[in-house]
Nanobody
Framework: QVQLVESGGGSVQPGGSLRLACEASGRTLRSGAMAWFRQVPGKEREFVAVFDLGNGFTDYVNSVKDRFTISRDAAKNTIYLQLDDLKPEDTGVYYC???????????????WGQGIQVTVSP
């Protein structure tokens, strides 16, 4: 079982930036995919971005394209999410996940981090 630990959340003003990190432990991740989802109270968990560990393919939800960047440091077994030009609607708890395929569906991910809060407000 893979353990995932997120870090880097916080509070910023609109237009600001944050970098989230998700460190995996338990085994070295060389295949499958790692993704970020986010959730606000009363709503379902929403796909944000995914990184295919095999071929480097990336995918983003339309609302974050050109503002967020997902990347990987294989040596550190860590995935990152750079959040730029943040907007109030980006507020939520961000979850890191690991699965077998690069998917937008929560059901395709087996391991989840504990979540980290991102708050964007004036």
């Amino acid at each position: 079982q893979v353990q995932l630990v997120e870090s880097g959340g916080g509070s910023v003003q609109p237009g600001g930036s944050l970098r989230l990190a998700c460190e995996a432990s338990g085994r070295t991740l060389r295949s499958g995919a790692m993704a970020w989802f986010r959730q606000v109270p009363g709503k379902e968990r929403e796909f944000v971005a995914v990184f295919d560990l095999g071929n480097g393919f990336t995918d983003y939800v339309n609302s974050v394209k050109d503002r967020f960047t997902i990347s990987r440091d294989a040596a550190k077994n860590t995935i990152y999410l750079q959040l730029d030009d943040l907007k109030p609607e980006d507020t939520g708890v961000y979850y890191c996940s690991q699965g077998g395929v690069a998917s937008r569906m929560t059901m395709d991910y087996r391991s989840w981090g504990q979540g980290i809060q991102v708050t964007v407000s004036p």
